[in-house]
């Protein structure tokens, strides 16, 4: 059989034509192309017309699949590589919210746009394989569950609660936990990326106005786990529990946010 | 975990019910991640819980966790539209507890992403 040059890209284009499919979406057309993420979802991208030319997008699409495999988009080395992989793509991200994948330009480039938006999402995509191996339940929702079940049903808890800062500004932490007047904040402190993870704490307690007691750092593990000067550190702003302890988070915000006197009574 | 285990936790034997009301976040600014713990009657596992994914800029593509362990088949299909109509995120949710047989609580409140 003769390979020739006809033939070859005659089927290539026979394939992109044939399995490329649009839809009427908005203003614009979602174009679903012959190509496929790491889990087997099709790459989906979104025309849209904009002044004299195209706005094209992912929709945060590969994004949204690195959120659910537990790869972090806005810090470290994912953050780097999406950089990396915008800049690289020459995609100028006109109107981009963070994660979503887009590019402006003219009619006459639309096809290599629509390419170019398509491969830098697929390249997002991979980064999934920094996700941890086994990412199990996350730190901060085992946080959560532990506080649900101290807190019953005589007080209030709010995940991602906004703390005031001495600045007027507020900041979000894990949790909050109230009653009666009474409120008690918690930041879930990981083991995943110990240092960034208690500096954030670090931060967002030094600069609150809060009383310091009512701040409880909750501390993945044990306090081998941990560098003492970082706990020394920790100490300084907030309190200080293990998570391994089996009672001191619940004593402390026990002491802090206690019961309504009526569930105190036998 | 092994297919049989998974089958009787998605069957009326788990005797799965939610606990509490939908809780959401947002990872990465345009993604609302909701979560809804569920009890069991198995009393050894870990509380479980529903996850529910909202892109945003996709509202009418929402997605589940990414467990992998169980593929829905009986959701209310959402038209392709940049909005969504008030109430379908909860009819999804509702169909795909409904399908692995978790009963929805009486303290169950829902949110709106």
């Known amino acids: 059989m003769i390979v020739d040059a006809a033939t070859v890209i005659g089927a290539v284009l026979r394939a992109m034509n044939d399995d490329t499919v649009v839809h009427p979406y908005g203003d614009g057309l979602l174009v679903d192309?012959?190509?496929?993420?790491?889990?087997?979802?099709?790459?989906?991208?979104?025309?849209?017309?904009?002044?004299t030319g195209y706005r094209i997008t992912d929709r945060a699409a590969a994004a949204t699949l690195l959120t659910m495999a537990g790869v972090n988009l806005v810090a470290g080395r994912a953050a780097e590589a999406f950089a990396e992989i915008m800049a690289g793509g020459g995609l100028n991200g006109v109107n981009a919210a963070p994660g979503e994948i887009a590019t402006f330009g003219a009619a006459e480039e639309l096809g290599r746009l629509i390419l170019d938006v398509a491969?830098?999402?697929?390249?997002?995509?991979?980064?999934?394989?920094?996700?941890?191996?086994?990412?199990?339940?996350?730190?901060?929702?085992?946080?959560?569950?532990?506080?649900t079940v101290w807190a019953g049903r005589s007080r209030e808890l709010q995940r991602d609660a906004p703390m005031p800062l001495a600045s007027g500004r507020t900041r979000p932490v894990t949790l909050r936990v109230t009653n009666d007047g009474k409120a008690a904040y918690v930041q879930a402190v990981s083991l995943r990326?110990?240092?960034?993870?208690?500096?954030?704490?670090?931060?967002?307690?030094?600069?609150?106005?809060?009383?310091?007691?009512?701040?409880v750092a909750a501390l993945d593990g044990s306090a081998q786990d941990w560098s003492p000067a970082i706990v020394a550190e920790l100490r300084t702003v907030s309190d200080v529990e293990f998570f391994d302890d089996p009672l001191s988070l619940e004593r402390q915000l026990d002491k802090v946010v206690p019961p309504p006197q009526a569930a105190l009574r036998p | 975990?092994?297919?049989?285990?998974?089958?009787?936790?998605?069957?009326?034997?788990?005797?799965?019910?939610?606990?509490?009301?939908?809780?959401?976040?947002?990872?990465n600014r345009v993604i609302r991640e909701g979560v809804i713990r569920v009890g069991t009657a198995v009393t050894v596992l870990a509380p479980c819980r529903l996850r529910m994914t909202v892109n945003l800029l996709k509202p009418?593509?929402?997605?589940?966790?990414?467990?992998?362990?169980?593929?829905?088949?009986?959701?209310?299909?959402?038209?392709?539209?940049?909005?969504?109509?008030?109430?379908?995120?909860?009819?999804?949710?509702?169909?795909?507890?409904?399908?692995?047989?978790?009963?929805?609580?009486d303290d169950f409140t829902w949110r709106e992403p």
């Open chain 2, 1 to 27: 975990m092994t297919a049989a285990n998974l089958g009787a936790l998605l069957s009326p034997l788990a005797a799965a019910v939610t606990v509490g009301g939908i809780t959401w976040t947002t990872k």
């Open chain 1, 119 to 147: 491969q830098a999402s697929l390249r997002t995509d991979q980064l999934r394989w920094l996700a941890p191996r086994q990412a199990g339940m996350r730190f901060v929702d085992r946080v959560a569950d532990r506080v």
């Open chain 1, 193 to 215: 990326d110990p240092d960034q993870a208690a500096e954030h704490c670090y931060h967002v307690f030094g600069l609150s106005k809060i009383a310091k007691e009512s701040r």
């Open chain 2, 60 to 105: 009418s593509e929402p997605g589940g966790g990414d467990e992998g362990a169980y593929e829905p088949d009986d959701i209310p299909p959402v038209p392709l539209q940049p909005r969504v109509a008030p109430g379908t995120y909860r009819a999804i949710l509702e169909a795909f507890a409904a399908e692995c047989f978790i009963a929805i609580g």
């Open chain 1, 33 to 51: 192309l012959p190509l496929t993420y790491g889990d087997g979802d099709g790459v989906r991208v979104l025309v849209e017309p904009m002044g």
